[in-house]
Nanobody
């Protein structure tokens, strides 16, 4: 069972930056594919970015060029650097992990609130 804990959310003005962290309890952290999702009020949860076991990254179009996902296997931690934030980035951000050969993300954090003011 992997436990994930997000941190780093907060209130920031449009154009500002935040870095989210996701700390994992699992010693075999490096074997998991990881991702960030977000859910805005009244909307469904959506994919933001992912990083594979081999550090291949992918992003949803709306954050390309502004957000960077990364992982530090030595620290069992994943990051999301968010620059040029926009009010529409306001949401609860969740980190997620899945084992190799599993399609759906199995493990989820509790979420961290990101609020971008205009």
């Amino acid at each position: 069972q992997v436990q994930l804990v997000e941190s780093g959310g907060g209130l920031v003005q449009a154009g500002g930056s935040l870095r989210l962290s996701c700390a994992a309890s699992e010693r075999t952290f490096s074997s998991y594919s990881l991702a960030w999702f977000r859910q805005a009020p009244g909307k469904e949860r959506e994919f933001v970015a992912a990083v594979s076991r081999t550090s291949v990254t992918s992003y949803t179009d709306s954050v390309k060029g502004r957000f960077t996902i990364s992982r530090d296997n030595a620290k069992n931690t994943m990051y999301l650097q968010m620059n040029s934030l926009k009010p529409e980035d306001t949401a609860v951000y969740y980190c997620a992990a899945r084992s190799r050969f599993v399609i759906q993300y199995q493990y989820w954090g509790q979420g961290t609130q990101v609020t971008v003011s205009s």
